[in-house]
T-cell receptor
Framework: KAGVTQTPRYLIKTRGQQVTLSCSPISGHRSVSWYQQTPGQGLQFLFEYFSETQRNKGNFPGRFSGRQFSNSRSEMNVSTLELGDSALYLC???????????FGQGTRLTVV | QQQVKQSPQSLIVQKGGISIINCAYENTAFDYFPWYQQFPGKGPALLIAIRPDVSEKKEGRFTISFNKSAKQFSLHIMDSQPGDSATYFCAALVTGGGNKLTFGTGTQLKVEL
């Protein structure tokens, strides 16, 4: 059974640009959550999608957005990139609400 | 506001020893507590999880102890091995509130030969 797949694995962007990250959950999983991991702030929740609806949102500015498609695949978008957005962005999928979350390997975003 | 506090930040244990990582939470609505293991360059992997209706859960060399009244829980790794060297995160979730995990700050474990 394939795990959570995140693409791309690495990304370098310039300040002011925007970026889209992709996440394919485990087959059959309907919940997809996104987290930002940095050395200073640790793992922080961005948002969660379930059946194409945003169910939860963390304390991040509106530059961070996401969506989920009918096949449960999810994308997150960051607009007007800032240096502080450099981080490992992790996607986690769950079968449904309140079930174990399985993480992908992440996308390493570097903003220069 | 840090809702889940984790200690220690780093830990060095001799091979065969017991590694102990502690977490404390503030939000009494939390009712699911997983532990994750993360190796460099990898995403966190679910290790073991507990719900507050039990005080202890064991899976192989990994044990979670849970103290509901103290709002604390801990991970014990018995017979620690060099392959256990990784960063460990405790987390908490409110069931019914969606899959929104609140993580501790992480503990970097090194198991020496």
């Amino acid at each position: 059974k394939a795990g959570v797949t995140q693409t791309p694995r690495y990304l370098i962007k310039t300040r002011g640009q925007q970026v889209t990250l992709s996440c394919s959950p485990i087959s059959g999983h309907r919940s997809v959550s996104w987290y930002q991991q940095t050395p200073g702030q640790g793992l922080q929740f961005l948002f969660e999608y379930f059946s194409e609806t945003q169910r939860n949102k963390g304390n991040f500015p509106g530059r961070f957005s996401g969506r989920q498609f009918s096949n449960s695949r999810s994308e997150m978008n960051v607009s007007t990139l800032e240096l502080g957005d450099s981080a490992l962005y992790l996607c986690a999928s769950s079968l449904e609400q309140d079930r174990e979350a399985f993480f992908g390997q992440g996308t390493r975003l570097t903003v220069v | 506001q840090q809702q889940v506090k984790q200690s220690p930040q780093s830990l060095i244990v001799q091979k065969g020893g017991i590694s102990i990582i502690n977490c404390a939470y503030e939000n009494t609505a939390f009712d699911y507590f997983p532990w994750y293991q993360q190796f460099p360059g990898k995403g966190p992997a679910l290790l073991i999880a507990i719900r507050p209706d039990v005080s202890e859960k064991k899976e192989g060399r990994f044990t979670i102890s849970f103290n509901k009244s103290a709002k604390q829980f801990s991970l014990h790794i018995m017979d620690s091995q060099p392959g256990d060297s990784a960063t460990y995160f405790c987390a908490a979730l409110v069931t019914g509130g969606g899959n929104k995990l609140t993580f501790g700050t992480g503990t970097q474990l090194k198991v020496e030969l």
